[in-house]
């Protein structure tokens, strides 16, 4: 029972490290899509504050915007993507805490049952010598 108690708990430590993994992926794509929006804010930016230089540069700038825009876009679907992914993981964590729970508690009880059935044993097998020795009428054991 302990060999199957630990495999469990074995299993909710590593599903407790896939859930923490996707959830620092996540936070990872998070991090990137806040990075494209500064990117854009920052070509939105400069296109809309240089107006001398505008001329020159507005191809460039453009064509860094939707590259930086369809990166954006990408990370966001990834982001999504994974979300999903830390729910499934948090769910199979969930699952594996409840089954590590339970094969505890199935272990504590085996081992309260086999200390009962001792005492038990225990208290029955000095019944039955206190009974042999009051019929053989010398009162005492020794």
């Not at 599903?15 to 990872?28: C, F, G, I, P």
């Not at 296109?47 to 860094?64: E, I, M, P, T, W």
């Not at 369809?70 to 964590?93: C, I, P, Y």
């Amino acid at each position: 029972m302990a060999t199957r108690r630990d495999r469990i708990h074995r299993l909710a430590v590593v599903q407790e490290q896939l859930h923490r993994l996707a959830e620092w992926r996540l936070a990872d794509l998070q991090r990137q899509e806040d990075e494209l929006a500064d990117r854009q804010r920052a070509l939105i930016e400069a296109l809309n504050d240089d107006q001398r230089l505008q001329g020159l540069f507005v191809d460039s700038a453009a064509k860094r915007l939707t590259a930086v825009s369809a990166e954006s876009t990408k990370v966001a679907q990834a982001k999504d993507r994974q979300a999903g992914h830390v729910f499934a993981e948090a769910r199979r964590l969930k699952q594996a805490q409840r089954m590590a729970g339970a094969a505890t508690a199935a272990m504590r009880r085996d081992d309260e049952q086999r200390t009962l059935e001792t005492v038990v044993e225990t208290s029955v097998a000095g019944s039955i010598g206190d009974l042999w020795f009051s019929r053989r009428g010398d009162g005492g054991r020794g």
